[in-house]
Nanobody, 117 residues
Framework: QVQLVESGGGLVQPGGSLTLSCVAS????????MGWYRQAPGKQRELVAT???????TYADFVKGRFTINRVNKQNTVYLQTNSLQPEDTAVYYC???????????WGQGTQVTVSS
């Protein structure tokens, strides 16, 4: 049974930071590209960042320079360090794992990030 369990969300003031974590089980983690997506109320889910099996990250333009994705294969964990958070970053953040060719694709249940003063 595949599980992706996110944690680390919460309420933070503008300019603040949060570290999101996603622990995977039931997959051979090191062979999966990992990613973070987000979905704000009334909007479609959008890509935030991904990191490949060779540790190559990509970022959406709206988070470049503010967010950092990294993975620790020994811990089956992917992290998203979020800095300089703004109200428009408010969303449910989802962890994603996909195999080469995206033949297998898994989602976590999401963690809420709310940026508000």
């Amino acid at each position: 049974q595949v599980q992706l369990v996110e944690s680390g969300g919460g309420l933070v003031q503008p300019g603040g930071s949060l570290t999101l974590s996603c622990v995977a089980s039931g997959i051979s983690f090191k062979f999966y590209t990992m990613g973070w997506y987000r979905q704000a109320p009334g909007k479609q889910r959008e890509l935030v960042a991904t990191i490949t099996t060779s540790n190559s990250p990509t970022y959406a333009d709206f988070v470049k320079g503010r967010f950092t994705i990294n993975r620790v294969n020994k811990q089956n964990t992917v992290y998203l360090q979020t800095n300089s958070l703004q109200p428009e970053d408010t969303a449910v953040y989802y962890c994603n794992a996909h195999s080469p060719g995206k033949t297998l694709n898994y989602w976590g249940q999401g963690t809420q990030v709310t940026v508000s003063s």
